[in-house]
């Protein structure tokens, strides 16, 4: 990703923060790559991702 676009908003509660991912948008030479859902990290505990990812005229590759 060249450049990253969009809107983040976050909370905390008093058992987790929580990040709001809107609109955000990764762009590169070749394609665009629009992302949206939440990050629930409670504390103590494991992180819990409900993400939304579009990809659009790209190549997927596995990373080792």
Same mark, same amino acid.
């Given at each position: 990703m060249t450049q990253l676009? !969009?809107?983040?908003? =976050?909370?905390?509660?008093?058992?987790? =923060?929580? #990040?709001?991912i809107k609109k955000l948008q990764g762009f590169d030479n070749?394609?665009? #790559?629009? #992302?949206? !859902?939440? #990050?629930d990290i409670p504390q103590g505990g494991v992180p819990y991702s409900n993400l939304k990812v579009t990809l659009r005229n790209g190549q997927l590759?596995?990373?080792p």
């Open positions: 676009k !969009g809107h983040l908003s =976050w909370q905390r509660t008093d058992q987790k =923060w929580q #990040v709001m070749q394609m665009k #790559v629009p #992302v949206s !859902g939440c #990050v590759s596995q990373i």
